[in-house]
Every structure is written in C-alpha cells, then in structure tokens.
C-alpha cells in the first residue's frame, strides 16, 4: 500500500492581507482604510491557471509524484514506482537544457534509494542538502525523515535525521522554509500521538546553517493547519504569508484536495485553510503542492482522468501583478 502524503491554488489569492503594523495609521484607523490595504495585497497575483500534465517522460503508466523543481527551473526530483528502481518508490531526478525545453529522460538516484518506500524529496535553500522520507530499516519508526549531501556533483549515501524529529510512529512530507536570520523551519507530517487525527502538520526550527548536520529540536503541531482527518505535505511561500496543504478533510472538492492558508506577516497565525476549487483540484487525489520561487508555478500530484497513468505530475500557474513588500527572507 502507498503511503499518501501531500497538500492550492486561486482562492489563496483572495485570502492576502497585510499588517497595519509600520504603517504610521493609529488604532482608530478606517475600514475603508483598511480595505484599500487588502485590495493592494489582493493584486500580487492572478488567479491559479487550468492545470496541465507535463507529460511524458516524467510521467509514465505508474505512479509519478511529490515534485521539486530547482530555482534555474533546469532539474526535477520526484518519486515513482516505474521499473528500473531498487523497489516500490523511488527518488527519480530529470534535467533539461532550458526552461522551456522537453525534460530529459529520468535517471534513478540509486545513492538515495532502498527496497523500502523513499520518497518526497526537498532541497534547502542552496540546493545542497535533500530532505526526503524512508520506511528503511535502521531509522527510528515506520517512516522516517533522512538527509542526503550534494558533493562535487553526486549525492552522498543518506543518515538518519535522527529520534528527536523522528518517533516510533511516521513521520513523512518534509518542507523546508527560510526565513530571517537563518532561521530554518522544517515542515513535516506525522502520525505520532498528541495530534488532532491521522497525519498532522508538524514544524521544527533551526539556525544551523548546515542542515545535514543541524540541531533540530522535537516537532510541534501547528494546530491552525491540521484537522482530525489526513493533513500532510504543506509548502510556505517565499515571503511566508501563504501556505498550501495537502488534505482530505471535510468541505473538499474531491478525495485529496489541495488547501491554502494565509496570514499578514510571518509573526502572525495561519488563516483557516481554504480549498483550492475546482479550477485546481479535482473529484480525484491532488496533493503534495510544490511552489516555484517566484511563487508563480504550482507542481502537484493527481491521478484524475486523461493522465498518462496513475498518479501524474501537473503543474498550474499565475503571473505577479506587482512585487509587493520584502519577501522576509536571507538571500545569503
């Protein structure tokens, strides 16, 4: 049985809103005010595009899925169970000569992979470090989360992250977040006890600027983005004020939907996530949303009808109307 780990799309747009914070307006402040704010937030970017599969020879008759794409938009990680892997899922990558050019055909990264499930791989911020999750002997429950190093071009073999972030339960779905003064935040899923139901979106931080080797500590659940169903995979906007979930739970489009929360400054709590719609999501799975850099492409995982086999990667996109305030992020 795979293990189902995701989590948006136009209605997060709608959902922006900024802080009155520094604006020099006092308490007593208009809503009419207030109201021009939002609006001005509302125009950073368009609505989310129909989703379109990116086609073969990503994807294939089997399960293809959990995309990242690097920042030069030139090389591609994702999980499949295609032959030619060590067994069930495996951590697949693809390059191509230039954005708009025809993805090359996927090697498997055998370095990476086992005869158990490995799968849903991120990179840090300077592309250097690979975070994905294991169900391989050696960790510390049923599904772990492992760290692999780029050197001098090829992956060294993965460690453990260890059993403060790791329990005897799963933990699975990595997403990683840079904020301001190296802060790093780790994203994550979990089944462990203490959590609202099924999988829980969990967080983790650390200034280690050496994430294969960091000090993370125990994860916490972020209550605001989890529910008593199945919530998972979930990917930050570089600015940090909107955040996109992978979910069943109730109010959905379809099996597994994807879902966007927001929030007006990155010290602030997440909105009440919303549902994509129907322009994103289907009456099938989508999930494990991956957002570009620039925030204007979404890569995601669905297996609705006119796909080229179970599950198929897809991709939405929408243009930046403007460049709104400080993305709140080290650039360093």
């Known amino acids: ?88 899922d495996d951590l697949w990558v693809s390059h191509r000569d230039a954005p708009t050019a025809p993805w090359g055909n996927p090697e498997n990264i055998a370095v990476l992979n086992s005869s158990a499930a490995d799968s849903l791989s991120v990179l840090n911020a300077d592309e250097d470090i690979m975070f994905f999750a294991s169900t391989r002997p050696g960790g510390c429950g049923l599904s772990d989360l492992w760290t692999s190093r780029l050197v001098d071009g090829q992956w060294a073999a993965p460690q453990n992250l260890g059993c403060v972030v790791n329990t005897a339960a799963n933990e699975n779905a990595p997403a990683l977040y840079k904020g301001k003064h190296h802060v790093t935040t780790l994203y994550f899923g979990s089944t462990r006890p203490g959590g609202l139901g099924d999988y829980d979106v969990y967080r983790t931080s650390t200034t280690d600027k050496d994430l294969a080797n960091a000090s993370f500590g125990p994860g916490v659940l972020v209550a605001e983005l989890s529910s008593p169903k199945r919530d998972t995979r979930v990917w930050e906007r570089r600015d940090g004020r909107e955040i996109f979930i992978t979910s069943d739970r109730d109010g959905g489009n379809g099996l597994i939907d994807m879902w966007v929360a927001t929030r007006a400054s990155t010290s602030a709590t997440w909105s009440v996530p919303v549902n994509m719609g129907a322009v994103v999501n289907s009456a099938n799975d989508d999930g494990a949303p991956f957002l570009s850099h620039d925030g204007t492409s979404l890569h995601f995982f ?12 897809y991709v939405t996109t929408r243009d930046r109307i403007d460049d709104g305030e400080d993305d709140g992020t080290d650039d360093d």
């Not at 020099?24 to 379109?52: H, I, N, R």
């Open 302 to 313: 669905s297996n609705r009808p006119g796909g080229l086999g179970l599950r198929d990667i």
């Open 1 to 88: 049985m795979r293990t189902v780990s995701f989590p948006f799309g136009s209605v997060a747009v709608a959902m922006l809103f900024v802080s009155a914070c520094g604006t020099g307006e006092p308490p007593s402040a208009s809503k009419e005010a207030a109201s021009q704010d939002q609006t001005q937030l509302v125009a950073s970017f368009s609505e989310w595009s129909a989703p379109v599969n990116v086609g073969a020879p990503i994807n294939s008759p089997y399960n293809d899925d959990y995309a990242f794409v690097t920042r030069d938009r030139l090389t591609m990680y994702f999980t499949s169970d295609r032959p030619g892997g060590k067994g069930g």
